[in-house]
């Protein structure tokens, strides 16, 4: 069972940025991809990014797009999400994801269905 620990949410002023990470116990190179979701009380499950984990394609939100960046770190097999700019209405609870899926069409990893494994959430609160 692939464990994924997330890191690095907390409460930021708007405007400011965080750097929220993902570290996934699965070092045998299956992963395939992986991504970022939010959600927010009250509302579905959101995408956000995702990454090829062997190409590092990166694929993004509209409502992220610019003001986010999806990485990776090989050797840690953990992945970031570098946000900035940060509004209120990013609050929400911040999920990253591993998909053991091969696509080629990076759209693929925007659906939550694409993913087989979750982390535990960590919490984003902007404040205004």
């Known amino acids: 069972q692939v464990q994924l620990v997330e890191s690095g949410g907390g409460l930021v002023q708007a405007g400011g940025a965080l750097r929220l990470s993902c570290a996934s116990s699965?070092?045998?190179?299956?992963?395939?991809?992986m991504g970022w979701f939010r959600q927010a009380p009250g509302k579905e499950r959101e995408f956000l990014a995702s990454?090829?984990?062997?190409?590092?394609?990166?694929y993004y939100a509209d409502s992220v797009k610019g003001r986010c960046t999806i990485s990776r770190d090989d050797a840690k097999t953990t992945v970031y999400l570098q946000m900035n700019s940060l509004k209120p209405e990013d609050t929400a609870v911040y999920y990253c994801?591993?998909?053991?899926?091969?696509?080629?069409?990076?759209?693929?990893?925007?659906?939550?269905?694409?993913?087989?494994?979750w982390g535990q959430g960590t919490q984003v609160t902007v404040s205004s």
């Open positions: 699965d070092h045998t190179y299956s992963n395939y991809a």
């Open positions: 994801a591993q998909s053991q899926t091969t696509s080629f069409v990076m759209s693929y990893y925007n659906s939550a269905n694409a993913y087989h494994f």
């Open positions: 990454i090829d984990w062997r190409s590092g394609s990166t």
